[in-house]
């Protein structure tokens, strides 16, 4: 799995990072974790169907990623 270095941590749990990451639900795969929505497209284009880009919370060395949801 491929993680940035230097990602910004989350301010609500040090042992996180905050990122857009490459996940596929199931059966669960995370590619990685990126600084950019942008880089994380690109990556996406590499994979096959079932992939989704979503930013959220990455806790380091684990595949434990928790997207974010919005409300408006």
């Given at each position: ?9 989350d ?5 996180r ?23 994380a497209?690109?990556e996406?284009?590499?994979?096959g169907?079932?992939y ?17 949801t919005?409300?408006l």
């Open positions: 799995m491929f993680v940035v270095h230097g990602l910004p941590h301010p609500t749990d040090h042992e990072v905050i990122g857009w990451a490459v996940i596929r639900p199931a059966p669960w795969h995370l590619v990685g974790v990126f600084a950019t929505e942008y880089m497209r690109k996406l284009q590499v994979r169907d079932g989704h880009v979503q930013l959220g919370s990455y806790k380091l060395g684990t595949q434990d990623f928790r997207a974010f919005f409300e």
